[in-house]
């Protein structure tokens, strides 16, 4: 590991004095370019020897010097790579400096019209955001423009998928009306494809379950919409908890509420999102004496 870290020092160093000479005024006659090409070449060669070492920073600095280096010759392809390359070693190290390296590469490739490829970089750093750096909210805006990308090439699954997980993360904020649109949007599309209908029910459970974070009667009015939508909907058990729910909030009755949940939990398993919203749903009953 220290021979390899060694190496790569030594050809940064290399790539240094190869700059250099190319910037004297006989290097620039002779073979200027060619020394730039050998540059970027040891920083490529120490980075991956530096990735060998497990030296995350290094690696990622040396990718950055070979972008930098393909920015100036015009080679804007392998530089956006080389400032992707960069980030994958600094998500091991420094996440910040991960996200900083995604928005070089993607700017580049929106200038190049390659807006597939940005989209998937900003499902990268919103992952990032999500994970590492924690902050829902720019999450939030790096899922809303990749899939704005991903729908201007006309790749509607993707697009729908980071969609779903903006609205995700807008129900959790409390943003529900942005995620109560956007659950909607994509039961009612879904309800246009034969092989995604039934997944239409779980997006209106969700926007229902949003309703009831904020009116009870805009909940019911949505059950009305959804199920003359989609009739199936209403012989759901998402519909019937709904419909459950509803009436022990109407009653305040925290018990019937808390073992209608539990009824569903054992046959349908409740991921973290529905139990947040369903406490908070809950919490209504101890904060409102009278919700009727």
């Known amino acids: 590991m220290a021979d390899n870290e060694q190496k790569a ?17 006989l290097g620039s006659l002779f ?17 991956n020897l530096f990735k060998m070492a497990k030296k995350w920073p290094q690696a990622g600095q040396a990718f950055c010097n070979a972008a930098q280096l393909h920015l100036k010759a015009g080679v804007r392809h392998d530089a956006a790579t080389n400032f992707v390359d960069a980030s994958n070693c600094y998500k091991k190290c ?12 993607i700017e580049i490739y929106t200038d190049m019209g390659r807006f597939t490829v940005a989209a998937k970089q900003h499902q990268n750093i919103a992952e990032l955001y999500e994970t590492e750096c924690v902050d829902l909210a720019r999450a939030m805006q790096h899922y809303e423009q990749a899939a704005d990308y991903f729908r201007g090439e006309e790749s509607t699954s993707s697009a729908n998928k980071c969609m779903l997980k903006l609205a995700q993360y807008a129900a959790q904020l409390e943003h529900y009306d942005k995620a109560i649109q956007i659950y909607e949007q994509i039961a009612k599309s879904s309800l246009d494809n034969s092989l995604l209908k039934y997944s239409a029910k779980e997006y209106m459970f969700r926007a229902a379950l949003c309703h009831l974070c904020v009116d009870i009667l805009n909940a019911q009015h949505a059950l009305e919409k959804y199920s003359s939508l989609y009739p199936a909907f209403g012989d759901t058990r998402e519909y019937k908890l709904i419909k459950e729910l509803i009436e022990h909030l109407e009653d305040q009755n925290v ?3 808390t073992e209608a949940v539990k009824t569903y939990d ?6 973290q999102w529905y139990t947040t919203m369903l406490v908070r749903i809950k919490k209504q009953i101890n904060d409102n004496p009278d919700l009727r």
């Open 255 to 257: 018990d019937a509420y």
């Open 266 to 271: 054992s046959i349908s398993r409740l991921d």
């Open 9 to 25: 020092m030594q050809l940064m160093a290399e790539a240094e004095k190869k700059l250099s000479s190319s910037k004297s005024f």
């Open 94 to 105: 420094d996440a910040n400096e991960a996200v900083s390296c995604l928005l070089k590469a």
């Open 31 to 47: 073979g200027g370019s060619s020394k730039i090409e050998e540059a970027v070449d040891c920083y490529l060669r120490a980075a």
